[in-house]
């Protein structure tokens, strides 16, 4: 315990070195170039900082990328930056942005794993480094909110996008889904400036104000099927079991429900997931901790975290990450309402796709895996989440990885797999199995363990997805 809190001193007192670094350049009128990584907590992470630096009256720009590698560091490099900053991305490629940028002022915020490489102008900063968590302590965003806490106290409103990135990451892993750690603090400086009100409740998006079929409909973490992105089955749903949607005239919202009518809805809902084939972890996660933004205008997205992560998240997905960053530097008009249209279209896809691969039967088991080909009935920017949610949701009936295909342009084919961490612990690696089918083929492929992809050429498909089923096996076999 008592290493743990000075891991967590020495961590903050890192803040310090970033900040000087930036207070430099912006008293020189530099251009800071931020770029983050294009996901939802990437995008609340980057535009944190260009927030702080706006109030500083420093010029900057964000860029929100898929990934790092040689060829992005090399064009930064190109443009002969200032300072450049990394958000919610970078620690795991250290080596190229040290080999890219050695002399350039360069700072890295960031929770994934570091490689450790030191180089005199690049200050980085990971809480794993310290001893902390960085998976479920602190998020991109959080980190973000830490610099601007230090560049200036009177930042203490952009801890509220701290906790959006918290919850994008799916830090909430407390119990009755709290978030944890440092979190903690920055919900705690949230709550001091009036900026956030938590409670335990159901968890359905727009607690508070949003009439109750939307908030079921809305809902997308979890996802659930039959329900999420379809609020005319939500409607009948509530009827069916007997919740009044309106009384005296006035929609009702989750907080108008009695205790019993909470119950009973819980229960029913329960029986309809679980006839759906929905794991009960799912269930027990639809009570939990909700995050509260007061001042955001009520039944808009913002004003509950969870949702507010979603729209993020369908920003980045939809390849719009740049609506997304407006949002957070405060956007309410002209782009907010193209996000929202974003998304109410992200959630309707997702909810077409799994009622379209249900009704043509579209799963197909194999040997160790199941696979999914959507050849172009599914857009291969969100198979990877459809994916995801077969898997999550339990509708595969076998333990089994997903591996689902898309057509992508060109005649390439996308590939998405997503594994369980109960298969990890068994032996599958999907990362590996992606690199080495790929390597068989012309295709290119990896990621992480639970969740990996490639690309390869179409007349490949059917035989990549033998050798993902063959290596799999290995990977299962290898293990006993
Ligand atoms: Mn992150």
Do not use: A, Q, W
């Given at each position: 315990m008592g290493l743990q809190v000075s891991g967590r001193e020495d961590f903050l007192r890192s803040f310090e070195g970033a900040a000087e670094v930036i207070r430099r350049h912006v008293e020189r009128g530099d251009i800071i170039h931020i770029v983050t990584h294009s996901d939802a907590d990437g995008i609340a992470a980057g535009s944190t900082v260009g927030r702080a630096l706006r109030r500083m009256g420093a010029p900057f720009k964000i860029s929100c990328e898929k990934r790092i590698d040689e060829g992005l560091v090399e064009s930064i490099a190109a443009e002969s930056p200032s300072l450049v900053v990394f958000t919610d991305m970078g620690s795991g490629y250290l080596d190229i942005i040290e080999k890219h940028l050695r002399d350039v002022d360069t700072v890295v915020l960031d929770h994934h794993l570091p490689l450790d490489v030191q180089s005199e102008r690049l200050v980085h900063i990971n809480p794993i480094t310290c001893g902390l968590d960085g998976s479920r302590e602190i998020s991109g965003a959080g980190l973000a909110y830490l610099l601007a806490r230090t560049l200036d106290g009177g930042n203490l409103d952009l801890s509220v996008l701290g906790i959006v990135g918290a919850l994008a990451d799916q830090q909430?892993?407390?119990?009755?889904r709290a978030l944890l750690g440092l979190n903690i603090e920055i919900e705690g400086a949230a709550k001091e400036a009036g900026l956030l009100e938590t409670r335990v409740d159901?968890?359905?998006?727009?607690?508070?104000?949003?009439p109750l079929a939307q908030a079921l409909a809305r809902t997308t973490t979890p996802f659930l099927p039959g329900?999420?992105?379809?609020e005319d089955r939500c409607v009948a749903f509530l009827q069916e079991i007997g919740?009044?949607?309106?009384r005296e005239g006035r929609w009702r919202a989750?907080?108008?429900?009695t205790e019993e009518e909470k119950r009973h809805l819980y229960s029913q809902l329960s029986k309809h997931l679980l006839s759906e084939g929905c794991k009960p972890e799912i269930i027990h996660g639809l009570v939990g901790t909700i995050y509260l933004f007061p001042r955001e205008e009520p039944r808009t997205p913002l004003r509950d975290g969870r949702e507010y992560a979603s729209l993020l998240n369908a920003c980045a997905r939809m390849d719009r990450p740049s609506l997304g960053v407006s949002i957070c530097l405060g956007d309410r008009g002209r782009c907010f309402e193209e996000a929202e249209r974003l998304f109410n279209e992200y959630r309707r896809r997702i909810a077409g796709y799994l009622e379209w691969v249900e009704e043509m039967k579209l799963i197909e088991e194999r040997r160790n895996i199941y696979v999914l080909r959507a050849g172009s009935g599914i857009d291969d920017r969100i198979i990877g989440v459809v994916a995801s949610i077969l898997l999550s949701t339990g509708l595969l009936e076998r333990e089994k990885p997903i591996v689902a295909t898309a057509k992508s342009d060109e005649g390439l084919i996308k590939v998405s797999a997503r594994a369980t961490e109960r298969m990890v612990r068994a032996g599958v690696d999907l990362g590996a199995a992606m690199m080495k089918a790929a390597e068989k083929t012309s295709g290119r492929g990896g990621g992480h363990d639970t969740a990996a992809g490639a690309f390869l050429r179409e007349e490949e498909e059917e035989r990549f997805l033998e050798l993902v089923d063959e290596i799999v096996g290995e990977q299962l076999g290898s293990r006993e």
């Open positions: 909430d892993k407390g119990e009755k159901l968890i359905f998006y727009g607690y508070e104000t949003r329900l999420s992105g379809r919740i009044e949607l309106k989750l907080k108008d429900l």
